[in-house]
């Protein structure tokens, strides 16, 4: 989040005159965007939800409720202790395909849901896998495939946007 706006809100709020919404409040007033991503355009209205007066990117929390859904799966099951760390890791390729695919070839939001969901699904169980592996080569390729393929989407994902704002405009 941005310190500055913070900074902001803790000033307005010193300021006794008159009483004083609460910190959400005070984010859809001043950076309705925050939880975005994406340009503060009109034409990125299809690519958030506007949630209680915030913008929210749908993609992202898509992706965090499939963290989230990682995050409570292992413990619930210890998933990951079924099959050897070369079966997750094909597991793992399967479950980061469809993100994969679905951004060259722009498939209909719903199913890129679907791949964001896994996206997050993935994300927690490797990092889950990071700590209850004992072999290190696994943390390796882990870390090595989450660079690679966050700095690829990373830079995709801000030309897109680029792209769309020129397109709209």
Request: with cysteine.
């Amino acid at each position: 989040m941005d310190h500055e706006l913070l900074q902001q809100f803790k000033a307005w709020q010193a300021n006794k005159d008159s009483p004083k919404p609460d910190f959400v409040e005070h984010l859809k007033s001043k950076a309705p965007w925050v939880f975005a991503h994406h340009p503060a355009h009109a034409c990125f209205r299809e690519h958030v939800w506007k949630i209680n007066g915030l913008y929210i990117c749908k993609g992202c929390l898509v992706t965090s409720a499939g963290f989230a859904a990682g995050a409570l799966l292992y413990p619930l099951t210890h998933w990951l202790q079924w099959w050897p760390e070369e079966v997750l890791g094909v597991i793992f390729i399967a479950m980061l395909l469809p993100t994969v695919l679905a951004s060259v070839f722009r498939w209909p939001r719903p199913i890129r849901h679907v791949a964001r969901f896994l996206l997050g699904l993935l994300m927690a169980s490797a990092l889950i896998l990071v700590f209850v592996t004992e072999r290190w080569e696994v943390r390796g390729v882990i870390f090595l495939t989450f660079v690679v393929f966050q700095g690829a989407l990373s830079k995709k994902r801000l030309r897109q946007n680029d792209e769309h704002l020129a397109r709209c405009s």
